[in-house]
């Protein structure tokens, strides 16, 4: 099944929801249970993935995978892209928040993740997310690539 346009921006937001999971996964490696129960609900229940084949999230999951890991900063500063309309931005972040749920006690680099995401969509971070972020290493980000 090949999509078409009309398919097309709810695939984007599908890569953008696993994309920063990913990203926010490496930066805190104490997901809690409820956390992982509340993605894979989400993962295969809710639009813009309930549609999609099991076949199309793994290779969603291996695809982004890839790419935040091998160029964290590029899969930061190109997640915007991902995005053709400001509402598809608004489900994506409406998405990992119910999976995200609340965090207790964010580490130094959940905060400094949170903030990196939060200003590549021009969104504001939350309070109990500001402090002096860590400084990530850096991971082969090359300006102005696509990912």
Excluded: W
């Excluded at 920063?20 to 104490?30: A, K, P, Q």
């Excluded at 160029?71 to 500063?77: F, L, P, Q, R």
């Excluded at 580490?107 to 590549?120: I, P």
């Amino acid at each position: 099944m090949k999509c078409t346009e009309a398919c097309k921006p709810r695939a984007d937001v599908a890569e953008a929801v696993v994309r920063i999971l990913i990203l926010l996964r490496g930066s805190n490696r104490g997901y809690r249970s409820e956390m992982l129960d509340r993605r894979s609900d989400i993962l295969t229940r809710e639009e813009p993935f309930a549609d999609l084949l099991v076949e199309r999230r793994q290779h969603l999951l291996y695809e982004q995978s890839i790419i935040a890991t091998l160029d964290t900063d590029g899969a930061v500063e190109t997640l915007p892209n991902l995005f053709s309309q400001p509402e598809d931005q608004a489900l994506a972040v409406a998405l990992i928040d119910r999976i995200i749920g609340e965090v207790a006690a964010p580490t130094a680099e959940l905060k400094a993740m949170t903030g990196d995401l939060c200003h590549a969509l021009n969104l504001k971070t939350p309070k109990e997310f500001v402090e002096n972020p860590a400084k990530r290493k850096t991971r082969g980000a090359r300006k102005g690539r696509e990912i």
